[in-house]
């Protein structure tokens, strides 16, 4: 056991003892026992060498917080000091560069614009209400989809659709709904899956350029060049849509729909708010802020209620007899019905808790040295709150390996388990200034796609299929087989499903 009395370097200068942890071996430290499953893996080493450790990966220092007290340290009372990130090799093509968007921007003046720009202007439960008709035709589209599948008693991979429903719904509400036609739409929504996938898939990966920064401008594993191949796709994408949107506006005739895109190009005109510039390379990157952190955590989530939920038909059942007495079978679910549907919020948050879309959140990383629970954390090492871990902790969570939405029912045991990390020991969007910007989003669309999915279709696994619920950990934690499943009309009369 490293750590107590040693004096570090590489990341770890000065006094003070590092938290304990594996030895590792010289000069690669624990990289070869790294494990993919680095939730998991962090998870073993916590119960090993305790609730904060510190882990070498080559040249890099990592330090791992396991428990609510400590998360608490790290994100609320020394938020600020740890509220910088560490971006990794992966990251800086896709964000341009690391100082353009929001998720990879150090907390400063362009981080503090680009978080009002989207948490105000689009992101805030009134900036959502303007653009809910956007939300209703789309989910009324995927409905009518689902429909024709059933008909044809077809099996539907469950997060890949509702991925495409998540994506149509934040691009609209980016750029507005009226992108080519909808055949083009369907194909631009694959390929961004795609894209986005191998996005996450990449900044999941071990990359020998983060653990051996000096070694980075080798690329040895090709991970950047990747990266860049990548990021150029969207950003002819995004750049196209830009061009037309300007060249409506130059031609003149209608004035486009206030959507954000809109309002971004206007700020960009006026150079930003007096105090921070906002240029095009900031609307492009927060663009794929929104594409890339927005999309997948919210269909997986929606994808790992729906195969929790067909495990425990006991648990279906109530979420349906919720459904049928707020909504009944002879209207389709809207968004007015979510707020009363209390018994599938419990489910969502219950999902969350077993299966955080950001099992490790994204890493944190300290501007100077710091101390937690005792210990010294030295400035620019990487800091990961293993937030799946703290939230099947048995010291909190009774029986924390089943899924049982009623403990977040009568105001859970008298705690406030919220999204907004009021509770350190429920923190699935995060705690303190760096929270996620979209809880808003996620918890409208993640709510009513399992609503429209359950109140309008009963599911059933393909004959001779399995049900297994195996995590892969890929920066957004995904289900290891994707959840395929044949919907059964359930609406009282097929006209409901029309679009
Ligand atoms: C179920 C869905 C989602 C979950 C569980 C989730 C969770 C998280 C978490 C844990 C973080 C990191 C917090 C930290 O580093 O301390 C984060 C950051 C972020 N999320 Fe989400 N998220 C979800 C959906 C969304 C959506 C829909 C959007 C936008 C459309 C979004 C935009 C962002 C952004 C921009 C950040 C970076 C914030 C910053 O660095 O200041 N997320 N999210």
């Given at each position: 056991?490293?750590?107590?009395?040693?004096?570090?370097?590489?990341?770890?200068?000065?006094?003070?003892?590092?938290?304990?942890?594996?030895?590792?071996?010289?000069?690669?430290?624990?990289?070869?026992?790294?494990?993919?499953?680095?939730?998991?893996?962090?998870?073993?080493?916590?119960?090993?060498?305790?609730?904060?450790?510190?882990?070498?990966?080559?040249?890099?220092?990592?330090?791992?917080v396991?428990s609510p007290s400590l998360a608490r340290e790290v994100l609320r009372e020394q938020?600020?000091?740890?509220?910088?990130?560490?971006?990794?090799?992966?990251?800086?093509?896709?964000?341009?560069?690391?100082?353009?968007?929001?998720?990879?921007?150090?907390?400063?003046?362009?981080?503090?614009?680009?978080?009002?720009?989207?948490?105000?202007?689009?992101?805030?439960?009134?900036?959502?209400?303007?653009?809910?008709?956007?939300?209703?035709?789309?989910?009324?589209?995927?409905?009518?989809?689902?429909?024709?599948?059933?008909?044809?008693?077809?099996?539907?991979?469950?997060?890949?659709?509702?991925?495409?429903?998540?994506?149509?719904?934040?691009?609209?509400?980016?750029?507005?709904?009226?992108?080519?036609?909808?055949?083009?739409?369907?194909?631009?929504?694959?390929?961004?899956?795609?894209?986005?996938?191998?996005?996450?898939?990449?900044?999941?990966?071990?990359?020998?350029?983060?653990?051996?920064?000096?070694?980075?401008?080798?690329?040895?594993?090709?991970?950047?060049?990747?990266?860049?191949?990548?990021?150029?796709?969207?950003?002819?994408?995004?750049?196209?849509?830009?061009?037309?949107?300007?060249?409506?506006?130059?031609?003149?005739?209608?004035?486009?729909?206030?959507?954000?895109?809109?309002?971004?190009?206007?700020?960009?005109?006026?150079?930003?708010?007096?105090?921070?510039?906002?240029?095009?390379?900031?609307?492009?990157?927060?663009?794929?802020?929104?594409?890339?952190?927005?999309?997948?955590?919210?269909?997986?989530?929606?994808?790992?209620?729906?195969?929790?939920?067909?495990?425990?038909?006991?648990?279906?059942?109530?979420?349906?007899?919720?459904?049928?007495?707020?909504?009944?079978?002879?209207?389709?679910?809207?968004?007015?019905?979510?707020?009363?549907?209390?018994?599938?919020?419990?489910?969502?948050?219950?999902?969350?808790?077993?299966?955080?879309?950001?099992?490790?959140?994204?890493?944190?990383?300290?501007?100077?040295?710091?101390?937690?629970?005792?210990?010294?954390?030295?400035?620019?090492?990487?800091?990961?709150?293993?937030?799946?871990?703290?939230?099947?902790?048995?010291?909190?969570?009774?029986?924390?390996?089943?899924?049982?939405?009623?403990?977040?029912?009568?105001?859970?045991?008298?705690?406030?388990?919220?999204?907004?990390g009021?509770e350190m020991?429920?923190?699935?969007?995060?705690s303190g200034?760096?929270?996620?910007?979209?809880?808003?989003?996620?918890?409208?669309?993640?709510?009513?796609?399992?609503?429209?999915?359950?109140?309008?279709?009963?599911?059933?696994?393909?004959?001779?299929?399995?049900?297994?619920?195996?995590?892969?950990?890929?920066?957004?934690?995904?289900?290891?087989?994707?959840?395929?499943?044949?919907?059964?009309?359930?609406?009282?009369?097929?006209?409901?499903?029309?679009?």
């Amino acid at each position: 056991v490293r750590g107590r009395g040693s004096k570090s370097n590489a990341n770890g200068n000065g006094g003070g003892s590092l938290p304990p942890g594996p030895t590792g071996l010289p000069l690669v430290g624990s990289l070869p026992s790294l494990d993919p499953q680095l939730h998991v893996y962090f998870a073993r080493l916590a119960d090993r060498y305790g609730p904060i450790f510190s882990i070498r990966l080559g040249s890099k220092l990592g330090v791992v917080v396991t428990s609510p007290s400590l998360a608490r340290e790290v994100l609320r009372e020394q938020d600020l000091v740890f509220s910088g990130r560490d971006v990794p090799d992966a990251a800086r093509s896709i964000s341009y560069g690391g100082g353009q968007n929001i998720v990879w921007n150090p907390v400063g003046p362009t981080w503090r614009l680009l978080r009002r720009v989207c948490v105000r202007e689009m992101l805030s439960p009134a900036g959502l209400d303007n653009v809910h008709g956007l939300r209703a035709r789309e989910f009324r589209a995927t409905l009518a989809h689902l429909h024709a599948q059933a008909v044809a008693a077809a099996p539907v991979d469950v997060g890949a659709q509702m991925f495409l429903t998540v994506m149509n719904v934040i691009t609209g509400t980016l750029w507005g709904g009226n992108v080519g036609s909808d055949s083009e739409r369907a194909a631009v929504g694959k390929d961004f899956r795609h894209l986005v996938a191998e996005i996450t898939d990449m900044l999941g990966a071990p990359n020998v350029s983060d653990f051996f920064p000096a070694l980075a401008r080798f690329d040895l594993q090709g991970i950047r060049r990747k990266s860049d191949v990548l990021k150029e796709r969207f950003n002819q994408m995004f750049a196209r849509i830009i061009e037309q949107r300007i060249s409506a506006e130059r031609a003149g005739g209608e004035p486009p729909a206030p959507d954000f895109l809109e309002y971004m190009l206007k700020l960009e005109k006026e150079g930003g708010d007096g105090k921070t510039s906002f240029t095009m390379t900031n609307v492009k990157a927060l663009l794929m802020d929104m594409v890339v952190g927005g999309t997948e955590t919210t269909s997986n989530t929606v994808e790992w209620a729906m195969a929790e939920l067909m495990q425990k038909p006991e648990l279906m059942a109530k979420v349906r007899q919720e459904l049928d007495a707020v909504v009944g079978r002879d209207a389709v679910v809207e968004e007015s019905h979510l707020p009363q549907l209390h018994y599938l919020h419990a489910v969502l948050k219950e999902t969350l808790r077993l299966h955080p879309a950001l099992p490790l959140m994204v890493p944190h990383c300290p501007s100077a040295d710091a101390t937690v629970g005792g210990y010294r954390v030295p400035a620019g090492c990487r800091v990961f709150v293993n937030v799946w871990a703290i939230m099947r902790d048995p010291a909190v969570w009774k029986d924390p390996q089943e899924f049982i939405p009623e403990r977040f029912l009568g105001g859970g045991e008298g705690r406030k388990w919220d999204f907004n990390g009021s509770e350190m020991d429920y923190l699935p969007f995060g705690s303190g200034r760096r929270i996620c910007a979209g809880i808003a989003m996620a918890d409208r669309m993640t709510a009513y796609s399992l609503a429209m999915l359950l109140q309008a279709f009963d599911w059933e696994l393909p004959a001779g299929a399995r049900l297994e619920l195996d995590e892969k950990f890929a920066i957004v934690m995904k289900k290891a087989t994707p959840l395929v499943a044949v919907p059964t009309p359930r609406l009282s009369k097929p006209e409901l499903y029309s679009a």
